[in-house]
């Protein structure tokens, strides 16, 4: 618990610090409002003890849909922490303590999942995001699972991609990309059914034991696998790009944990690259 208590002292610093300059980007809509943000994720995942190994890299075609799995509340950090993107979150962590106001510092895309009716007006909020440069990222379950699973993808929102297209008179594609998050190892052990529930978040487990939990054992790897990039028309079949994502993300998740070669390792060091002011990151 000592340990969990230096971390969060820690979070709350590093917060403290880098806040200004989010703001700064935020209200004169410079670069800044992107590169805090991974900044902070990566030396968040840094403090905590997560371990990131990360295979392939974010597309630099615009504009791009990125397509997950969803296994905890740090799957935001993790995929944070590689490059800079826009969240598709529900409505409720509007509300959660902390994560809540995070959630809206990282500009997240909040949606109603239960009113169908409001599909449209989502996937349009989608699309103008996607207009203005930023890679948004939708975790398609929409659900969290245990890590080994992937569930169904759900296809209603990809539309957003339709949305893009027809609105924007200089796109006639748009790119849609899969990403796996694998949680791999936990303490130095390959992560088994045993040991899934300390790193997966999912079903009615209670978010705060389980946040201290990790905040007090820490030495979580996490793999992040990129998958091929896919330019799709406005005559592609949402339900259809949706099973191809899924499938993809499948296969590379299933990889992941069968494998324990690293590929490239965010580390401390590199975030202190991403420092406001600081040169010009490889991703855009």
Not at 14 to 42: E, S
Not at 58 to 74: A, F
Not at 240 to 257: C, F, G, K, P, Y
């Amino acid at each position: 618990m000592i340990r969990a208590v230096f971390v969060l002292l820690a979070l709350v610093v590093i917060l403290l610090v880098l806040l200004p300059f989010h703001v700064i980007g935020m209200v004169t809509g410079n670069r800044l409002q992107r590169d805090v943000p991974v900044l902070f994720h990566r030396l968040y995942c840094a403090v905590i003890g997560i371990r990131i190994t990360e295979v392939g890299q974010l597309t630099r075609d615009k504009p791009v849909l990125i397509l997950s799995n969803h296994v905890s509340w740090s799957d935001i950090s993790v995929i944070g922490a590689v490059a800079p993107l826009v969240f598709v979150a529900k409505s409720e962590v509007k509300s959660w303590p902390v994560f809540g106001w995070l959630a809206r510092l990282q500009r997240t895309i909040f949606i109603e999942r239960d009113r169908r009716h409001k599909t449209g007006d989502h996937a349009r909020a989608m699309a103008d995001r996607l207009l203005g440069g930023d890679a948004v990222l939708l975790f398609p379950e929409g659900t969290s699972s245990d890590g080994i699973r992937i569930l169904p993808f759900r296809s209603a929102l990809i539309g957003s991609v339709h949305h893009v297209i027809g609105d924007a008179t200089h796109h006639d594609k748009v790119v849609v990309q899969p990403v796996s998050l694998a949680y791999v190892r936990y303490g130095g052990l390959p992560v088994g059914r045993a040991l899934r529930d300390k790193v997966a978040w999912y079903g009615d487990m209670d978010l705060v034991p389980h946040l201290l939990g990790v905040l007090a054992n820490g030495a979580v790897d996490v793999t992040v696998s990129w998958g091929e990039a896919i330019a799709y028309d406005m005559h592609a079949d949402r339900k259809q790009i949706a099973r191809d994502a899924e499938a993809s993300v499948r296969r590379m998740t299933a990889q992941a944990l069968r494998s324990t070669k690293p590929q490239t390792e965010i580390t401390p060091a590199a975030a202190s690259a991403e420092l406001p002011g600081a040169a010009e990151p490889a991703r855009g």
